[in-house]
């Protein structure tokens, strides 16, 4: 694995606090699957407003990181293939079911399954757990502005 590290991950995401949603990379095979880490501080801007009596991360949050895995892998995958990729995007959520709750001082595991692409635009099957149990899951879709050989 050479991307198990914020600064690995920042090479491939143009993201940046606070916006920067995925920690570091555990498990990644091209084309196939990627497990990322998030791990959740009460430090976090999010909370100071959502909400101040019981901090909870909003679930649009939890979709952003998963769609930020789904981009990783893509990205990986396109540069182990030798080619080039342009900025992502998320163009689709579908299925979205929100099942518990995260806090600060949980770690959320990202786990993005790709499904299929077509020319630019990349489906995926995503869950985020918390100790094994299942927060989110939902299929998400990712198109590059531009992806070349």
């Given at each position: 694995m050479d991307f198990d590290d914020v600064r690995k991950v920042m090479e491939f995401l143009p993201h940046r606090y606070p916006f920067l949603m995925v920690d570091r990379v555990i498990e990644f095979e091209a084309n196939k699957r990627l497990l990322a880490v998030k791990n959740i501080s009460y430090n976090e801007p999010q909370f100071t407003g959502h909400f101040p009596h019981n901090p909870i991360m909003p679930g649009v949050l939890i979709i952003e990181a998963l769609a930020q895995a789904c981009g990783l892998l893509s990205m990986k995958t396109l540069t182990e293939q030798g080619e080039t990729f342009g900025e992502y995007y998320l163009v689709g959520v579908?299925?979205?079911?929100?099942?518990?709750s995260v806090v600060p001082g949980?770690?959320?595991?990202?786990?993005v399954i790709h499904k299929k692409n077509r020319r630019n635009i990349w489906s995926y099957s995503t869950q985020a757990t918390v100790d094994g149990e299942l927060v989110v899951s939902a299929d998400i879709m990712c198109a590059s502005k531009e992806s070349t050989k």
């Open positions: 579908d299925n979205a079911r929100f099942k518990r949980d770690q959320l595991m990202l786990e």
